[in-house]
C-alpha cells in the first residue's frame, strides 16, 4: 500500500460547482499538509498549507485534514475553467517537509464551462 | 518565485550515457530537492540537500548522485542512463514552509 492514496481522476464538473478533492495516507508520523496545483507542463506550486487537524480557509479555497481517519480533503467553491489543472496533496513529518515530501498522484480536476 | 531555473529544459539520450542536470535558484536559499514525476506515481523524492556538500537520498535514490558546491546550483547525475529514468525531473527549494519548483526537465533515454 502507498503511503498516500489519491484518486488520479479525471475529475469533471461544471462551472461554479463545489469541488471536493481528498486524499488518504498511512503514516501516523505526518504532521504537516499541502494541497499543490499543477497545470499542464509546468511545476506545481503551493495552494494551501496546514498544520495537524483542523480547517484552512484561503479565498474560494478550504483544506481540511482529519488525523485521526488519516484524511485530507480540499474544497473549490465558485469553480472556474481556470481551475482546470491537476491537484497534488503532500505531507511530511517535519514542517516545511525539510527532509522532503511525500506526494499523491494527483487528480485531474476539468471545470466545464 | 524563488527564481529556480532548470537546465536544459527537454533531453533526449541513449542507454548507458552519463546525464546531468542543472538547478540554479537566485534566493540563497539551504534546502534544495530533485523529484521526478511518472505517470501512475506522482511525485518521488531523489535526493535533497541541506547545505553546501551535505546531501541525503529520498525514496528512488538508486542509479542517481548528487552534487552541491555551490548554495545556488543543485546537480543530479544518471551516470549510466537507462529506459526506466525516463521521466520529467524537478528541482525545488525550500522558503519557510514552501516549497518552490522549477519548470521541470523532460529527459527521455532510448
Known amino acids: 500500500q502507498k503511503e498516500v492514496e489519491q484518486d488520479p481522476g479525471p475529475l469533471s464538473v461544471p462551472e461554479g460547482a463545489i469541488v471536493s478533492l481528498n486524499c488518504t495516507y498511512s503514516?501516523?508520523?505526518?504532521?504537516?499538509f499541502m494541497w499543490y496545483r499543477q497545470y499542464s507542463r509546468k511545476g506545481p506550486e503551493l495552494l494551501m498549507y496546514?498544520?495537524?487537524?483542523g480547517n484552512k480557509e484561503d479565498g474560494r479555497f478550504t483544506a481540511q485534514v482529519d488525523k485521526s481517519s488519516k484524511y485530507i480533503s480540499l474544497f473549490i467553491r465558485d469553480s472556474q475553467p481556470s481551475d482546470s489543472a491537476t491537484y497534488l496533496c503532500?505531507?511530511?513529518?517535519?514542517?516545511?517537509?525539510?527532509?522532503?515530501?511525500?506526494f499523491g498522484k494527483g487528480t485531474h480536476l476539468i471545470i466545464q464551462p | 518565485d524563488a527564481g529556480i531555473t532548470q537546465s536544459p529544459r527537454h533531453k533526449v539520450t541513449e542507454t548507458g550515457t552519463p546525464v546531468t542536470l542543472r538547478c540554479h535558484q537566485t534566493?540563497?536559499?539551504?534546502?534544495m530537492y530533485w523529484y521526478r514525476q511518472d505517470p501512475g506515481h506522482g511525485l518521488r523524492l531523489i535526493h535533497y540537500?541541506?547545505?553546501?556538500?551535505?546531501?541525503d537520498k529520498g525514496e528512488v535514490s538508486d542509479g542517481y548522485s548528487v552534487s552541491r558546491s555551490k548554495t545556488e546550483d543543485f546537480l543530479l547525475t544518471l551516470e549510466s542512463a537507462t529506459s526506466s529514468q525516463t521521466s520529467v525531473y524537478f528541482c525545488?527549494?525550500?522558503?519557510?514552509?514552501?516549497?518552490?519548483f522549477g519548470p521541470g526537465t523532460r529527459l527521455t533515454v532510448l
Open positions: 503532500a505531507m511530511s513529518a517535519v514542517g516545511g517537509g525539510a527532509d522532503g515530501l511525500t
Open positions: 503514516n501516523s508520523a505526518f504532521q504537516y
Open positions: 496546514t498544520y495537524s487537524s
Open positions: 534566493e540563497n536559499h539551504r534546502y
Open positions: 540537500s541541506y547545505g553546501v556538500k551535505d546531501t
Open positions: 525545488a527549494s525550500l522558503a519557510g514552509n514552501e516549497q518552490f
